[in-house]
């Protein structure tokens, strides 16, 4: 598709905005519908764009597969740690009181913070996902190449 420049225009001007309207469900998830899921898949729509329309080397070099394990395993640790923090400040798992003096306060650094690490994981494993995917079908497009290549 990278030969396509409709879809090229179209997907330079659509990817930003699509991943703006993923910080927006991220960051806004507690006071309306939305949160670190729904943020997670946006922002993995975004990068699956992207790879559709300049294929997945180049999608790769935007952000590594290292990177995303890394990152899935960040957003994992994230909410993880968030729970143990208000254990180890005198509360129960996942028990924000602890975080602040003022408990609306407190609610909202534990929500904030836990949704992004819900919403860092879904993206990163949906984007595994998607390259896993994509590089099994080119190897089975290689393999069906060398099978017809051979029956001729």
Known sequence: MIDNGILRVIARFLIPFILLVGLYIQFHGEYSPGGGFQAGVV??????????????????????????????????LLYAFTGLAGVLLGGKYLDFTPFSSNPHTAQQIGIITVEFGVGLTVATVAMLLFTMFARRRGEWLEALEEEQEGGE
């Not at 729509?45 to 952000?63: F, K, P, S």
């Open 43 to 76: 922002f993995a729509a975004g990068w699956i764009l992207y790879v559709l329309i300049y294929g997945l080397e180049r999608g790769l070099r935007v952000i590594s597969l290292r990177a995303m394990y890394l990152l899935s395993a960040v957003g994992v």
